[in-house]
């Protein structure tokens, strides 16, 4: 074993039941995060079978069906407890937890995934190039190397482009759109709103954090892989926009009262990722 891996598993034992409401969790030694990151919070109704149930700054999704419910994301490795005490506040059982979806596999949103897995025996969705990094706890990561690692974890169901996961009625579209990682995942699915329908769309990362974009060895096509993806997003049907971070797409979970006060479309986030990526790629050649 590691020395790494000995005080990731350390710090995450941390990570005590019964912590106070909107206190940080402990940080992980290897990667430190904002406390907005860590710091869970009450569950927030999103649409009638939707809840927000991750941390302040980082989205994780249970939508509950007849026959079950559907985790997509989790955020850092800390946050299984407040995950799982999340979903036990909306009747959740582990067991009822049917499947779990994800949209990229870095450390702050797959980070627990595996102990959720563990801990409810759910079905665990990806796509071959997530699954690759999930198997490795994000080790060996294009960008990052060994920099953000986390529980490795084996993936149940492999999905194409567009196979539909459905579950009580609920039909969730995966969409693959690469760019942040090679197989980050874009999920849409439809859910009611006082009774009426509502396209909801979660849309991945569009961002280049420190990415190298031109003539990149490790991702050669990954500027080709922005505009493809930025091109799926301008499209997505998409009445309502969450995305692994919620200020990408006007949410602040942390005011309950009004949580989503700037919204924003699907063709209005595609459009400032396509601006903010070519003056990226326009500073690597000055």
């Known amino acids: 074993m590691s020395a790494c891996f000995t005080r990731f598993a350390a710090v995450v034992a941390l990570a005590l039941p019964g912590l ?41 999704l249970l939508v509950k069906t007849p026959q079950g ?23 959740v059982a582990p067991g009822e937890l ?23 025996g759910a079905v665990l969705v990806s796509n071959a190039e997530s699954a690759a990094l999930l198997a490795r706890g994000g080790s060996h990561d294009i960008h990052f190397g060994d920099d953000i690692i986390y529980a490795p974890v084996i993936v149940d169901r492999l999905v194409q482009d567009r196979e539909a996961v459905s579950l009580g009625g609920m039909v969730f579209t995966p969409w693959f759109t690469p760019g942040h990682t090679p197989g980050s995942l874009s999920w849409t699915w439809t859910d009611t709103r006082d009774g009426k329908p509502v396209r909801i769309a979660y849309v991945d990362s569009l961002t280049a954090p420190g990415y190298r974009l031109a003539g990149n060895p490790g ?34 979970y942390a005011d309950a009262a009004r949580p989503n006060p700037e919204p924003m479309s699907c ?19 000055r």
């Open 20 to 60: 106070a409401a909107a206190q940080p969790l402990p940080q992980l030694q290897s990667y430190q995060v904002d406390a907005s990151w860590i710091t869970p919070v009450e569950p927030l109704r999103i649409s009638d079978h939707v809840w927000q149930i991750g941390a302040q700054d980082i989205t994780a």
């Open 267 to 285: 063709a209005a986030l595609a459009d400032a990722a396509a601006q903010r990526l070519q003056k990226q790629a326009g500073a690597e050649v």
């Open 98 to 120: 049917r499947f779990i979806l994800h949209s990229h596999a870095h450390a702050d949103h797959v980070g627990p995934l595996a102990a959720i897995r563990r801990a409810t």
């Open 219 to 252: 991702y050669p096509q990954i500027q080709r892989d922005y505009a493809y993806s930025i091109d799926v997003v301008r499209r997505l049907p998409c009445d309502l926009l969450l995305t692994p971070h919620p200020g990408f797409s006007g949410w602040n």
């Open 69 to 91: 419910a559907v985790l997509i994301d989790g955020g850092m490795p800390q946050m299984a407890d407040a995950l799982l005490k999340n979903m036990a506040k909306l009747g």
